[in-house]
């Protein structure tokens, strides 16, 4: 049975006092009542060794939002999946829309992390998905395919089977917009199919898929209900313990 899974993306918000606090609200939260299904927040690389401490990561897995394409050395400023991994952190997310449109990080760039992170034994969040002009020329199937085999379609079925893929159309990221639950569920379904092409049905049946953009409480059990959403990352609603938690509960 592929796992169910809601994952925080903080992004580059919460000083590290703040995030402790928010990180210490969930984990309380979801102590006192248990999750349907597994949580993971992301945070900045400053806050996760901090946060490892007291997270209870039976509950709550703790992940970070990028790591180098480097495995060591004179590269100031990188951190990589190596020293992610000493924090206590489990996940990494890789190949978000934003670094990918703001930092210029390419395929080969993305197949490099995801091969480091694979390595150091982080599960990688792996983010795919089209923008406005290519889902207004009918082009997300092509887009999503060509970023899967350019950084993930390398791995051996025994590595693939540590990716989680979150399907965000950068279109509706921060946008207020949302991709209709059929749209979602159809462009999902054409993932796994993929996967399926390239792996085999067994391997796209265990694969998590997860949705992000712009998901909230509100719009989330019916995004959920969808045979091939597996669940979201989620951006600006994982700032605030019950925005985060009324997500989370969308699987009860």
Not at 41 to 70: M, V
Request: glycine fraction near 8%; aromatic fraction near 8%; charge should be negative.
């Amino acid at each position: 049975m592929r796992k169910k899974i809601v994952a925080g993306n903080w992004k580059m918000n919460m000083n590290l006092q703040d995030g402790v606090a928010l990180a210490k609200e969930l984990n309380d939260t979801l102590t006192a009542e248990r999750p349907n299904c597994d949580v993971v927040i992301c945070t900045p690389f400053i806050h996760l060794a901090s946060i490892a401490q007291f997270l209870n990561q039976d509950i709550i897995g703790l992940g970070a939002e990028n790591c180098a394409d480097k495995e060591k050395g004179a590269f100031t400023g990188e951190v990589s999946a190596e020293m992610v991994k000493s924090t206590g952190a489990q996940y990494v997310i890789l190949g978000h829309s934003e670094r990918r449109e703001y930092y210029n990080e390419t395929p080969e760039i993305l197949k490099e992390k995801v091969l480091l992170a694979l390595k150091n034994n982080l599960k990688v969040i792996f983010c795919i998905g089209e923008t406005l002009a290519e889902r207004e020329a009918e082009k997300q199937n092509e887009v999503v395919k060509a970023e899967l085999e350019g950084s993930v379609f390398n791995l051996s079925e025994e590595d693939f089977r540590k990716i989680i893929i979150a399907y965000e159309p950068i279109w509706a990221i921060g946008t207020g917009k949302t991709a209709t639950a059929e749209q979602a569920e159809e462009i999902h379904a054409y993932i796994r199919s993929i996967i399926a092409e390239k792996y085999g049905q067994a391997v796209a049946d265990d694969t998590s898929i997860l949705y992000g953009g712009s998901c909230k409480a509100s719009n989330a059990p019916e995004l959920f209900a969808k045979p091939d959403i597996d669940g979201g990352l989620i951006g600006g609603a994982s700032l605030k313990a019950p925005d985060f938690k009324g997500i989370i509960d969308a699987w009860k």
